[in-house]
């Protein structure tokens, strides 16, 4: 057990490195502007270079921040209703049927290009309906959805690959659309659409830790406990699918957040949920403006999407966790 | 306690029990004995509401139809201990038997002082006091048990259920399990139903037994009643001798 002094400790820090990284990725780039200026021109007087910061830089690390918060309080909430560690909503197919819906409809009808993020929800929520059909059996046993949801991810990765090559007229260049990815070129509208939903779905997964912990029993003692679990796994599954469909609708598909961030959280503040989830706010909002901060300066003028990235540390990194002792919690 | 009647149940074309009726007494030890496939499972499960009855059977819980109680509710009136336990990875004992306060609670309360009480009373009668801030996962599979138990006693119900508490145990903790159910009948007046596999624990621990027979009827009575050569043979299908060592009936299966 953490003691709640070095709980709160690890909040604050981790609250000011957020804080930090934000007003170093504002200044990152052809323009600077330090802090005061940056001020003055947000709240005071119109300032041209803090104009250009508000609308270039300011939605992309809004972005980072609120995507990468529900990545991450995505990824947990799978974990603590498939009991299991490896769950990810981008290993169970969920990510990659938000941004195919999402690349399709951009694609097939270009004119419907700024309602596309509700087709990404919808082709997320889709996903998620047939996983768990396909997976319940009189209840949902943990590694069965695992399984289908491998299943079906390569289904659709492999159909967004398909779909890319015809859509670039045949050149095998663009290896799929945009399912991986990237925060550039992002705009206040779709900031506005991804704090609309991630919002109060954040706050939903906030009330319902408590019940999370409980998923940490076997499903007879829960439901001994007055607890109906395959309800209760289905209103968590249907917050995180909300959160994961809109962050990959705005971002496209970011491997690995979802699993890195909660056990990193783990291993910091403990696997109480109460306090787990929400520093997966926090840590997933870092983590997300981190890689994308760093993909816009390793080889800049040119960028490094988020996703690539985020693939590139996540997987060697993930190895890590996983060859650690007492990682998977239970089985 | 419990009253049924005219309780059949089948798995797809396989009858496990046809047309059975008996009454579970208030504030006695009963246990479901039968061989393997005889469905002491299965009317374990009816009897906790983990499975549903056909329509002509009645189960009345305390006067009350048990399909009436929702699952919040009977989780007041019946705790059950499973066979089968996984330990969370790092919750605390304390954290574990805490979890069997929420069938008192609504939604997101936190725990009362009340609720404090009803685990420490939990801890205490166990004799965990030396374990409650050790992780679950680090104590042996007796001390486990006892921890399930507890889990089940912080529940503050009138019955518990448990399905086999001794499998997998050593002698020793057989003995520390067997001894802690029946203080929680004699000290706290529950009522307790459970499975044992042991004959002799059996015997020795119950007041009453409910035994299932192959042919998927049912024969409740006293240990002292049922403790006869030839009647253990037709249960249990086994060449099974009933001897005494001083006043203890000892059943003994020889090879």
Known sequence: MKRPIVIVAIYVLTALLLVGLFFFAVNQGSIKVTFPELLRGLFVEYDPNVAAVY????????????????????????????????????????????????????????????????????????????????????????????????????????????????????????????????????????????????????????????????????????????????TLRIIISLIAVTLVSVASAVMGVIAFLGLIVPHLARILVGSDNRVMLPYCVLGGAFVMLLADTAGRLIAFPYEIHAGILMALIGGPLFIILLSRKNTFYGS | MYQVRNLSFSYADSPVFEDISFDIAEGKITALMGANGAGKSTLFRLLTKNLRADAKAQILLQGRDLSTYRLSELAKKVAVVWQHNTAPYDITVRQLIAFGRVPHKQHFQTLSAKDEEAIEEAINFCELQDEANRLVRELSGGQQQRVWIALGLAQQTPIMFLDEPTTHLDVRYQVIILRLIRRLNQELGLTVVLILHDINQSLELCDELIALHPNGTLVHGSPHALANEEFLQEIFEADLRVGTIGEQVLVRAPL
Request: with cysteine; charged share 10%; proline share 4%.
């Open chain 1, 55 to 230: 609308d270039l830089r300011f939605p992309r690390i809004l972005i980072a921040l609120f995507g990468g918060a529900a990545l991450a309080v995505a990824g947990a909430l799978f974990q603590a209703v498939l009991r299991n560690p490896v769950a990810d909503p981008s290993i169970i197919g969920i990510s990659s049927g938000a941004a195919l819906a999402s690349a399709l409809v951009v694609g097939l009808f270009p004119m419907l290009y700024f309602s596309s993020p509700f087709f990404a929800i919808a082709g997320g929520l889709i996903t998620f309906i047939i996983v768990y059909t396909l997976s319940f059996r009189g209840g949902l046993a943990p590694m069965r959805v695992i399984l289908v949801g491998i299943a079906v991810n390569a289904v659709l990765v492999g159909l967004g690959e398909g779909i890319g090559v015809l859509m670039s007229g045949g050149a095998a260049t663009g290896g799929g659309v945009s399912l991986t990815g990237s925060l550039a070129m992002k705009t206040w509208s779709d900031v506005r659409l991804l704090v609309l939903y991630v919002t109060p779905a954040l706050l939903l997964a906030g009330f319902m830790s408590a019940r999370c912990n409980l998923l940490k029993l076997d499903d007879d003692t829960v439901r001994s406990l007055g607890v109906n679990v395959t």
